[in-house]
């Protein structure tokens, strides 16, 4: 049974960091690639980030390309967001996903094991 758990949101104001963690059980962690996606309140939800199996290619979103970075360690079955210079629009849901692939991908429909999610609110 795969479970995926997501930690290190919370409330920061504009202009301020917050580091995102994923922490997987019952898969293979180094045989998966993880991606990282939003959903802010009435819109649907969109591709953040995502890493390959080994860490050594990642791909982001436009509106957060430069601003934040994924990475992995595969020994402790942990996938990172790192968000830096966060505005009032990064506000979402953050959710954590996990493939049994060996090429990344932006496609929801393309992970078969989700995270609950944990709240980024960034004020202005």
């Known amino acids: 049974q795969v479970q995926l758990v997501e930690s290190g949101g919370g409330l920061v104001q504009a202009g301020g960091s917050l580091r995102l963690s994923c922490a997987a059980s019952?898969?293979?962690?180094?045989?998966?690639?993880m991606g990282w996606f939003r959903q802010a309140p009435g819109k649907d939800r969109e591709f953040v980030a995502t890493?390959?199996?080994?860490?050594?290619?990642?791909s982001y979103a436009g509106s957060v390309k430069g601003r934040f970075t994924i990475s992995r360690d595969n020994r402790k079955n942990t996938v990172y967001l790192q968000m830096n210079s966060l505005r009032p629009e990064d506000t979402a849901v953050y959710s954590c996903?996990?493939?049994?692939?060996?090429?990344?991908?932006?496609?929801?429909?393309?992970?078969?094991?989700w995270g609950q999610g944990t709240q980024v609110t960034v004020s202005s």
């Open positions: 996903a996990a493939r049994n692939s060996w090429v990344p991908t932006i496609f929801e429909k393309d992970y078969g094991a």
């Open positions: 019952g898969l293979t962690f180094s045989q998966t690639v």
């Open positions: 890493i390959s199996m080994n860490g050594d290619t990642t």
